[in-house]
């Protein structure tokens, strides 16, 4: 089952919006356009029991609020994850053998009605709560929600449910929680326990004011009641360990941001295990905020990931969130006009425009590098850099130099790595810099060659068009001019000491730019042939 149509009308600044979602949704736009007024009408369909004069738009109450939800594709097994008989029996009986409804609700009495082949069902006596079993459970994360909403022990947040759902059945029957227990009877029940004793002091003196007052014999005895388990949760914390163990409310923005996302993700797979499924609507809004753009990126690929089996909403002004094509991506553009909200389905053709407003509106926003250099390691990355900081700033200006993790401890293999690298700047659908990126790589041995003969299949037109330079030697360390060059018992050192990329800035800061450019002819040609292919050549 998916959402395959959301309608509002008259919802703030929303006067009549009708959208597609797919599985995943973005939706872009300036600040107060609507965005949030968007998610919020949904909020609203699955929560409200009453509405504000401030939620009607233009704040007129005869502007009535409506919302309607289409969906499509209800299967078999759909039905069959609902935890009653009743509740299937309930839905079985709604759709007959349809497999799309929609569902409605209004300001006018804030009840749904539902619908099945434009047939209105009405709301007949308890199918809503099977209806609420059936729709995809939404899960909104506002700009207003707290990593402490989501990571604190309460009854139906989901660090809550999903604490008691897991240690409900493990404890009750624990026998150290029924030793727990008893010993904690005896030490505060038993008459002969030293506590027992101190309380019934206590209650001895009280009652003797007490009888002043009530001189009937009035009795006083202080109990203390043996804790139940969620009693012992309510002092969970989260902590996390990134070379700093602390409490999570206790990091950054940035880390309590994706730290709670991750949270609600865990949630959904949880709540699908236990009551045997259902889907997710997720709506995030800002979802980019106090996240770095790599944050961002990664955050998209999880929730992308998540769009197997559920819905994404998300409200951004990240071009981060907009620029990744996608088969299940969908662009909305949000746009208010004379105070009313507009959206727009925004066609790949239109995104170029998008992404340029994101970054401002102004070519010195885009910080687009004129040409990218990819090379293994990250020696060769110091290295190069170096070379044009010291001798090429105005010639090479603008180059952008990308190594692909040779130098790691933790490496993939080489070309492998370099693959990773390239794929996104020149494999992509719209590769605008295929033409353009120069791949450096070091003179394969032996055991590359036949990752080398994939890595020209899968790239012949890098060989055609002179795109790819190969060091005449098999590591950085030899392709150094005399005296700095290596042999293999000294580079096999460095890389014990570590001390490679350190020794790249060392002979980087020595040479000369004779050295350089008649010493090392390949790496200087690759930066060449680099800027000539840049846009804008220099």
């Known amino acids: 089952m998916r959402i395959s149509n959301i309608v509002v009308e008259n919802y703030r600044s929303i006067r009549n919006v009708s959208i597609e979602p797919s599985k995943f949704s973005v939706f872009i736009g300036q600040n107060n356009h609507g965005k949030t007024n968007f998610f919020e009408a949904i909020e609203w369909f699955y929560n409200a029991k009453s509405s504000d004069q401030e939620e009607h738009c233009q704040k007129e109450g005869s502007n009535r609020i409506s919302v309607e939800i289409y969906f499509e594709d209800v299967i078999a097994t759909d039905i069959d994850k609902l935890t009653s008989e009743a509740n299937k029996t309930k839905i079985k009986t709604m759709l007959g053998d349809a497999t799309a409804f929609s569902v409605i609700k209004t300001s006018a009495d804030h009840k749904r009605k539902y619908f099945v082949n434009g047939e209105d069902k009405g709301n007949p006596t308890g199918l809503d709560a099977a ?23 309460k009854d139906k947040n989901p660090i809550g449910t999903m604490l008691s759902g897991v240690l409900a059945a493990i404890i009750e029957s624990s026998q150290e929680y029924i030793d727990f227990k ?8 038993d008459p002969s326990s030293e506590v027992r004793k101190e309380l019934d002091k206590l209650g001895t003196q009280v009652e003797v004011y007490l009888q002043k007052q009530f001189p009937d014999g009035t009795k006083v005895k202080f109990g203390v009641n043996p804790p139940h388990f969620t009693d012992l949760l309510k002092s969970f914390d989260t902590t996390v360990d990134d070379g700093i163990e602390t409490k999570a409310e206790a990091k950054g923005d940035g880390m309590q941001r994706a730290i709670m996302l991750s949270i609600i993700q865990a949630f959904a797979d949880y709540r699908k295990q236990q009551t045997g499924g259902g889907s997710f609507l997720f709506m995030i809004d800002e979802a980019e905020l106090h996240l770095h753009p790599s944050a961002q990126r990664a955050l998209k690929k999880a929730l992308m990931d998540i769009c197997a089996t559920d819905q994404v909403l998300v409200n951004t002004h990240s071009s981060v969130m907009v620029v990744d094509n996608n088969a299940l991506q969908k662009i909305f553009k949000v746009e208010k006009t004379d105070g009313i909200t507009a959206i727009q389905e925004i066609a790949d053709s239109e995104k170029i425009n998008v992404i340029f407003d994101l970054l401002g509106g ?33 010639k090479f200006v603008g180059i952008k130099i990308l190594f692909s993790g040779g130098d790691l401890d933790k490496q993939e293999p080489s070309l492998l790595a370099v693959h990773t690298l390239f794929t996104p700047l020149a494999g992509s659908d719209n ?15 032996d055991t590359q060659l036949t990752k080398y003969e994939q890595f020209k299949q899968g790239y012949p037109y890098l060989f055609e068009r002179r795109q790819i330079f190969e060091l005449t030697t098999g590591n950085l360390e030899e392709y150094y001019p005399a005296p700095y060059t290596k042999d293999m018992a000294g580079i096999v050192q460095l890389k014990i000491d570590h001390k490679k990329v350190e020794y790249a800035k060392e002979v980087a800061g020595k040479i000369t730019q004779q050295q350089f450019e008649n010493d090392m002819p390949v790496m200087f040609e690759a930066l060449k042939r680099c800027n000539e292919l840049a846009f804008n050549p220099k």
């Open 362 to 394: 102004s070519p010195a926003d885009l910080l687009l590098p004129r040409n990218f250099l990819i090379v293994e390691g990250r020696s060769e990355f110091e290295f190069i850099s170096l070379m044009i900081k010291r001798f090429y700033q105005d």
């Open 182 to 189: 008893n010993q904690f009877s005896k030490l505060f029940d």
């Open 431 to 445: 590769p605008i810099y295929k033409d353009k990126a120069i791949v450096l790589i070091d003179k394969p041995n």
């Open 131 to 153: 209806i609420n079993e059936f729709l995809p459970k939404l899960e909104y994360v506002n700009t207003r929600i707290r990593l402490d909403d989501v990571s604190k022990y």
